[in-house]
């Protein structure tokens, strides 16, 4: 499939698309919100905070309540539910906190992004990283958040119907780039994880190596299928993502223009088109990262066909 055009001058880093009401809304790193009535032309709308909740600066010191990334954006009991993660680079000194609207619309009256609190956070002392969180629902209507990047790999948490991690749950560990019987390698690049259902089966989305490079990014899409939502996920080979498996889907070959394409989310429309989102690095910009979308579909064997 094509890229939809237009959407490459768009500056957004770890995106993910909602609709409300007509209106598509793009989120991203540093809190940015971009507007749209058709995938393809959009205007900035603001940004989510000026500065970050108080308790974020307890949770995590160094980041000084400066700047949060790669947030998720879902519905849920009539609210807007926006979870973000607040982190020190290079550190798995991170939280995971949500906020919460009434409408995207920023003209609304009822507009006001209130803080709900921290859903969970990650030390030194922890094997995963409280970062990039992205949320979905099962097949019974429970709601998981899967987060997680470079320490032990991607962690799924239960929630509960507030929207936080339940208490005295355990980490769920289903991608690493660890292989099966091998001791996991420092470092573990695999992040910006995302689960999409479809079809009866569940789609594990996730970046390996490294982003953040301008177009020396080597960030790549690879994917793996579950019949569950807490795995096994694995790739069109047959090897588990828990195991280092996964599916490239896009990387710095797929387009002469683009290079490091990663940290995606899935959008899925009104009328039933179903869109891979990310961002990738312009070789033709200094390497500035930009919105990227692209329509997928299945093949009646669960593959997916871009």
């Known amino acids: 499939m094509a890229l939809i055009s237009l959407t490459t001058d768009v500056p957004v880093h770890d995106p993910v698309i909602v609709k409300e009401k007509g209106v598509y809304y793009c989120f991203s790193t540093h809190g940015y919100f971009y ?20 308790w974020t600066r307890n949770a995590v010191p160094k980041n000084d309540g400066k700047d ?45 992004w209130q803080d709900a609190g921290m859903v969970i956070a990650s030390t030194e002392r922890d094997n995963f990283n409280a970062i990039d969180p992205a949320v979905c629902s099962d097949e ?29 749950s355990e980490p769920l560990f289903i991608a690493s780039r660890q292989r099966e019987g091998e001791m996991q390698p420092d470092p573990n690049p695999v992040e910006g994880g995302f689960i999409f259902p479809h079809n009866g089966r569940y789609y594990l989305f996730a970046s390996h190596d490294f982003c953040c490079r ?3 990014s080597s960030y790549h899409i690879v994917y793996g299928m579950s019949e569950r939502i807490d ?23 797929s387009f002469e223009r683009w290079a490091g394409p990663g940290h995606n989310s899935v959008f899925k429309d009104d009328d039933g088109k179903i869109y891979l ?13 930009k919105l990227m979308i692209e329509e997928i579909k299945f093949a009646s064997d669960g593959r997916l066909l871009l």
């Open 35 to 54: 507007r749209s009535t058709d995938l393809r032309a959009w205007t900035y709308g603001g940004k989510v905070f000026d500065s970050l909740p108080a």
């Open 68 to 112: 949060f990334w790669a947030p998720e954006v879902v519905f849920r009991d009539g609210m807007w539910r926006l979870y973000y993660a607040v982190s020190t680079f290079g550190k798995n000194v991170s939280a995971i906190g949500m906020a919460v609207n009434k409408t995207l619309n920023p003209e609304s009256a009822d507009y006001a």
């Open 140 to 168: 019974n209507g429970q709601d998981w958040l899967l987060l997680g990047s470079f320490w032990g790999g991607l962690v799924l948490f239960p929630l509960d119907s507030d929207g936080f991690v339940k208490k005295n």
């Open 214 to 216: 301008g177009t020396a």
């Open 231 to 253: 795995g096994a996920y694995c790739d069109e080979a047959g090897t588990d993502m828990k195991w280092g498996g996964g599916t490239t889907l896009r990387d710095s070959f």
């Open 277 to 289: 989102v990310y961002h990738a690095y312009d070789r033709t910009d200094e390497g500035h990262s």
